[in-house]
């Protein structure tokens, strides 16, 4: 090469070293071909690293092999640790482990430099414990780790939560000085908190003599993870008045952690200093303010910023979903998923299985439908999660034949996929089926939980199988589960609806918490045979107790008097409701009181209190009086109740037959004729 050729080549050279240093490969690659086309030029090791670096930095692994070649057919890999291990770094940048692997294990002389490509690669590849070995048998080749080795190796021990390793490499970057370099300082901290060790990555940082931004946030993220809202907050305070202005992600951690423990005030500052950075239009930042007002309850104004994201992926779609239907604003969040679907964003896991579980609550089969074609045409149905979701919104929805088929279709059943069958079935009083069903996932050999149980206890006090009860009963006890304030309360249900209340009196003797529900069960039950003077006495203890009684409670206790005939009672307990115990009497009361008056004859005073009570008597309550009348035979007040319940629904059935059955009872046969013609015309249109 003649003394111009090599001048020449040194400036080509030295145009691609620079532009690969400036962030520019293409510009690199681009000289490099002005290089190839001047025969007379011949790049030399130096030059094939930085192009090597360019396409890494490109992920260009095409143009990378070719370079490859051109640097095997002119033998620079032989003797060149430096080219090989850009060689090694380009494929690892580029994805190809195998490649890189394959040139690794030719190079004659591995020195620090090609060992940390290469373990570098595993790691970034999350292949950790591929990468702890390297260093095994890098150290075994006599070969010292230098500091970018040692960041490498943190990073792999915190990729697979390897503590052990983790510890011995501490100690080495000590022994070695390294541990005042910050990069080293800042793996090791995010090292630390990826063990789940927040102190020691505390105290880490608090040894760097010189904390960056890096240092910060890999602290502040790493305790926003682990749900420590707090100390991300004060840490948040401590990094700025150090002069350290944050990034997006230690904004995007600061905020999780105001929504975190509802910081609302906290957040709506981070908020101001965000648009004043011009942060609010990044994903990350954006879709964690929506988060953020979601989780402090201002959903208006998590729509406000929603609705400014230039770009919306399924993060804050999903976080709008989840916290309208946690909030009790189902239809709000299924306009959530419709607008989702018209922007044509993809719905992930965590927003199918909330959506389903809104659907199934409201009842939406016609979204829940569409929801389950997706799923489907996407391959997801047999996901355990979402499987298990779209058993549950079909039962809730009252769809057992399509419940059924997707259970079927279920890869693997556990616990949670059969009690979602046998709760639905419970939920719409199919009892026998629920037990059927409880049978065969025992078969499976897969064991109740607590929800299967209550589910099952229910189902056994629905329809009587006393058996089946006591056997669950013994379940309850072999599990140590028998105390359980939830449990224990079904039990009682239980044997009240079997009509055994000396064994429900005992069950909840033994209740090491007797809470409103167990006392109403069970005043509940002794209302339902009569049993007055028992009902009045329970209500007496629970008020002696200091469990105030609820409406359930005077509903119940209203009942026991009804049963018993006690008009003086009842009267007395109804007046109680307000003037002892603060509660507003409500429809259902007024209703309970005109049923005891009417038991008793007095249908003249019961249609006084439908007349009078705050609220506009429904239908139930003129058929208790239409029942009063048919059973004392007053014709006028069963005129009256019939034209109420008319006036109502014109098309109420039950009406039309009790005051047939009302004019029959005394013989007007006429009328009660006339009253079965105007029930066939009324219900024929």
Not at 331 to 360: F, I, R, W, Y
Not at 495 to 513: I, S, T
Request: with cysteine; hydrophobic share 40%.
């Amino acid at each position: 090469m003649c003394v111009c050729d090599a001048h020449q080549t040194g400036y080509f050279s030295s145009l691609i070293t620079a532009y690969v240093k400036r962030g520019e490969p293409l510009r690199a690659l681009s000289i490099f071909q002005k290089m190839q086309k001047e025969r007379s030029l011949h790049p030399n090791g130096s030059t094939f690293a930085s192009l090597l670096k360019a396409c890494a930095m490109l992920r260009d692994l095409s143009r990378g092999c070719e370079l490859h070649d051109e640097i095997s057919k002119k033998g620079i890999l032989e003797g060149d640790s430096f080219v090989s291990s850009s060689l090694v770094n380009m494929y690892v940048k580029c994805g190809s482990l195998v490649k890189a692997k394959a040139v690794f294990d030719q190079i004659s002389q591995r020195d620090v430099v090609s060992w940390t490509a290469m373990i570098s690669g595993y790691v970034e590849h999350g292949c950790g414990e591929d990468a702890l070995q390297c260093v095994d048998q890098m150290k075994r080749e006599k070969i010292s780790p230098n500091a970018y080795t040692l960041v490498s190796c943190l990073k792999a021990c915190g990729s697979i939560g390897a503590l052990d390793q983790a510890e011995r490499i501490y100690s080495e970057i000590v022994s070695k000085g390294f541990d005042g370099e910050v990069p080293v300082g800042n793996t090791l901290i995010d090292t630390y908190v990826k063990l789940g060790l927040l102190s020691t990555a505390h105290f880490i940082l608090s040894k760097i003599s010189l904390r960056d931004k890096v240092s910060w946030t890999a602290l502040i993220t790493g305790y926003a993870e682990h749900g420590n809202a707090d100390e991300v907050l004060h840490f948040f305070t401590e990094m700025k008045s150090e002069g350290i202005c944050p990034d997006a992600f230690t904004y995007v951690s600061s905020l999780k952690a105001c929504g975190t423990v509802c910081a609302l005030i906290k957040g709506q500052n981070l908020h101001d200093e965000v648009v004043q950075k011009g942060l609010e239009a990044e994903l990350l930042v954006g879709n964690a303010l929506v988060d953020m007002y979601a989780k402090c309850g201002r959903l208006s104004d998590a729509h406000k910023v929603f609705d400014r994201l230039p770009v919306r992926n399924a993060v804050p779609f999903t976080t709008l979903i989840t916290e309208y239907a946690e909030q009790g604003h189902g239809n709000k969040a299924l306009d959530c998923l419709h607008k989702m679907q018209d922007e044509g964003v993809l719905p992930d896991a965590v927003t199918l299985v909330c959506s389903l579980k809104v659907c199934g609550s409201l009842e939406a089969v016609g979204t829940g439908q569409e929801i389950h074609t997706t799923i489907f045409f996407r391959g997801l149905e047999a996901e355990s999660l979402i499987g298990n979701t779209l058993v549950d919104m079909y039962v809730k929805c009252g769809l057992f034949t399509e419940a059924q088929n997707v259970f079927d279709g279920l890869t693997s059943y556990d616990v949670v996929s059969w009690t979602a069958l046998i709760a639905g079935y419970v939920e719409h009083g199919y009892g026998e089926e629920a037990l059927f069903n409880l049978q065969k996932m025992q078969q499976s050999c897969i064991h109740m939980n607590v929800v299967t149980l209550v589910c099952c206890l229910k189902a056994c006090g629905s329809i009587g199988a006393t058996y089946k009860g006591q056997e669950l009963h013994h379940v309850t006890i072999l599990m140590g589960l028998e105390g359980e304030c939830l449990i224990g309360n079904m039990l009682v249900d239980m044997y009240v609806n079997f009509g055994l209340l000396a064994e429900a009196q005992q069950m909840f003797d033994e209740l090491l918490v007797q809470d409103t529900v167990s006392w109403n069960t069970l005043i509940t039950g002794y209302g339902q045979v009569g049993e007055d003077v028992r009902a009045s006495h329970l209500f007496d203890r629970m008020v002696d107790e200091n469990v105030k009684p609820d409406n359930v409670t005077f509903i119940s206790i209203l009942n026991a008097c009804s049963h018993a005939g006690s008009v003086t009672k009842g009267e007395c307990y109804f007046a109680a409701i307000n003037n002892h115990f603060d509660l507003i009497p409500s429809l259902e009361h007024h209703t309970c009181l005109v049923d005891i008056l009417g038991r008793v004859g007095l249908i003249d005073r019961a249609i006084a209190i439908a007349k009078d009570m705050p609220f506009h008597p429904d239908i139930i309550a003129w058929h208790t009086i239409l029942g009063a009348c048919q059973k004392w035979k007053s014709v006028p007040y069963g005129m009256h109740a019939f034209e109420e319940s008319l006036s109502l629904d014109a098309r109420d059935g039950a009406a039309y037959i009790c005051m047939s059955n009302i004019y029959s009872g005394v013989y007007m046969h006429e009328e009660a004729l006339r009253i079965e013609a105007l029930r066939k015309q009324n219900l024929a249109w």
